[in-house]
T-cell receptor, first 113, second 113 residues
Framework: DAGVTQSPTHLIKTRGQQVTLRCSPK?????VSWYQQALGQGPQFIFQ???????QRGNFPDRFSGHQFPNYSSELNVNALLLGDSALYLC????????????FGSGTRLTVV | QQQVKQSPQSLIVQKGGISIINCAYE??????FPWYQQFPGKGPALLIA?????SEKKEGRFTISFNKSAKQFSLHIMDSQPGDSATYFC????????????FGTGTRLKVLA
């Protein structure tokens, strides 16, 4: 039973560029949440997708956007990259029934130079 | 009010010793408190979680102690092993249409052989 899979595992982008990160949730999960984890910090909530709609959003600018597909997979897009966007981006899946309990992927390490 | 304060930042314990990590919160609406373990290059993995109607929960060598009146909770790792060396995050969450987690800043645990 595959857990949460994220791609790519690492990437390097230049300031001002755009990036797309991908996530496939754990089998049986229909809700995807995205978190940003800066070095040495705890994960910070970006947003959550359920039924192909953004259900909740954290304190992140509009440069961060997302999408959820009918198969529950999700993408995180970041436009106009800043050096401060360098972080580990984590995808977490859960059940949309409201029961708590995330399963995290291993993340995508984004470096902006 | 949405913060979760975690201490200590780092912890060194001898093999076989007890590791204790503490967290405090302000928002009394929080009703789910998980602990996550994260190894380098990996996403956080759920260790154990508790709800505020219970004062203690034990799973193997891991115990959560919860003090609702003090708004504090802690993780105890009994008989600590070198394989427990990782970063530990506490988190808090409440349901508002969905669950999103507020994470602490993490504790880097090193268990000496």
């Amino acid at each position: 039973d595959a857990g949460v899979t994220q791609s790519p595992t690492h990437l390097i982008k230049t300031r001002g560029q755009q990036v797309t990160l991908r996530c496939s949730p754990k089998s049986g999960h229909d809700t995807v949440s995205w978190y940003q984890q800066a070095l040495g910090q705890g994960p910070q909530f970006i947003f959550q997708y359920y039924e192909e709609e953004e259900r909740q959003r954290g304190n992140f600018p509009d440069r961060f956007s997302g999408h959820q597909f009918p198969n529950y997979s999700s993408e995180l897009n970041v436009n106009a990259l800043l050096l401060g966007d360098s972080a580990l981006y984590l995808c977490a899946s859960s059940s949309g029934t409201g029961a708590p309990g995330y399963t995290f992927g291993s993340g995508t390490r984004l470096t902006v130079v | 009010q949405q913060q979760v304060k975690q201490s200590p930042q780092s912890l060194i314990v001898q093999k076989g010793g007890i590791s204790i990590i503490n967290c405090a919160y302000e928002n009394t609406a929080f009703d789910y408190f998980p602990w996550y373990q994260q190894f380098p290059g990996k996403g956080p993995a759920l260790l154990i979680a508790i709800r505020p109607d219970v004062s203690e929960k034990k799973e193997g060598r891991f115990t959560i102690s919860f003090n609702k009146s003090a708004k504090q909770f802690s993780l105890h790792i009994m008989d600590s092993q070198p394989g427990d060396s990782a970063t530990y995050f506490c988190a808090a969450s409440f349901y508002s249409g969905t669950y999103k987690y507020i994470f602490g800043t993490g504790t880097r645990l090193k268990v000496l052989a």
